[in-house]
């Protein structure tokens, strides 16, 4: 016997959809104008003296706004409601186009190791001085700013993208100060340094993007989104509920999918069994906000113990 009272249209839900969407675009569109500024600050300055680390620095930050406008996009795509064709909504498209970030530092990474590389066999090298800690200074404090901004609005608004664009900001963060730290070498003759700092630093990157795709592609594979003993717990504490089991959970911060088995009396009433279902939802959406459906099949219990499966 299956029941599924989370499946009714929440038009409230809805409404809280549009609305984190446009909090999500604000975040963004602020991001992308500083991310900009920071870009063409670095990447200019960094051509001018022919410092591999602040050009590739800079290099980091432009894509940083690259990754602004994909994310634009994607929340577009991911706020249109449930429909035939996506029951389950949109919001997968914002984890498919996070993954776009974990991919473009990783073509940084590349960039960042092949200006390196060539700086280690090249005859330029860099020409820096007071003004280089100026420029690097002022946009690590805006890079600062944008990571922390990112991830505090990206947790307030369960924004799997704009927490992993707050990861790929800070990696800039990194990559700055290793700029910084290189630069008192370079000014002392020791030009080796700052491409040596450049190979640090794509490496570096590389790993935060690796670690966003991967991240990214178990919430695509339908991975374990919440504890099932908790659900379990929770269930068990409905009156009527003998045993609860085969809990399944699936879907991003904000917008989890529950699926499990309740156990009740063998005599009960099929509407009373129907009853319990409903308080079993409202229940579990009540002590886990991020839960947004739940699936409830209900069976006779058979005297054994529960499980989770």
Not at 224 to 246: D, N, S
Not at 292 to 307: K, M, Q, R, Y
């Amino acid at each position: 016997m299956r029941f599924f009272p989370g499946r009714n249209p929440d038009f409230h839900q809805e409404s809280e959809a549009v609305k984190r969407s446009a909090e999500v675009r604000k975040v963004l569109i602020v991001t992308l104008l500083l991310n900009c500024a920071v870009a063409a600050a670095k990447i200019f300055y960094g051509f001018s003296t022919n410092s591999v680390a602040i050009t590739s620095d800079g290099f980091h930050s432009m894509f940083d706004g690259v990754s602004n406008i994909a994310g634009l996009i994607a929340i577009y795509i991911a706020a249109h409601p449930p429909d035939a064709r996506h029951p389950y909504g949109h919001r997968k498209y914002e984890t498919v186009f996070t993954i776009f970030i974990g991919v473009l530092m990783l073509f940084t990474c590349f960039e960042i190791l092949k200006q390196a590389w060539a700086s280690f066999h090249g005859e330029q090298r860099p020409v820096l001085g007071a003004t280089s800690f100026v420029v690097m200074v002022g946009t690590l404090a805006v890079n600062i700013f944008v990571a922390t901004y990112e991830k505090r609005m990206g947790t307030k608004l369960n924004s799997s993208f704009l927490i992993a664009d707050s990861q790929h900001t800070r990696s800039d963060i990194y990559v700055t100060l290793g700029v910084l730290v290189s630069l008192p070498f370079v000014l002392l003759g020791y030009a080796f340094v700052d491409p040596l700092v450049g190979v640090i630093v794509g490496v570096m990157v590389a790993r935060i993007g690796i670690i966003i795709i991967r991240d990214s592609a178990n919430t695509l594979a339908d991975s374990r989104a919440e504890c099932p003993v908790v659900i379990q717990e929770i269930c068990k504490g409905v009156e009527g509920v003998v045993g609860c089991h085969k809990i399944r959970t699936r879907g991003t911060a904000g917008s989890v999918f529950v699926d499990l088995h309740i156990q009740v009396a063998p005599s009960m009433p099929i509407e009373d069994a129907h009853a319990i279902a409903h308080r079993v939802v409202t229940t579990i959406k009540a002590e886990m906000p991020d839960v947004v459906d739940v699936v409830v099949h209900v069976e006779p219990h058979n005297g054994g113990d529960a499980t989770i499966g």
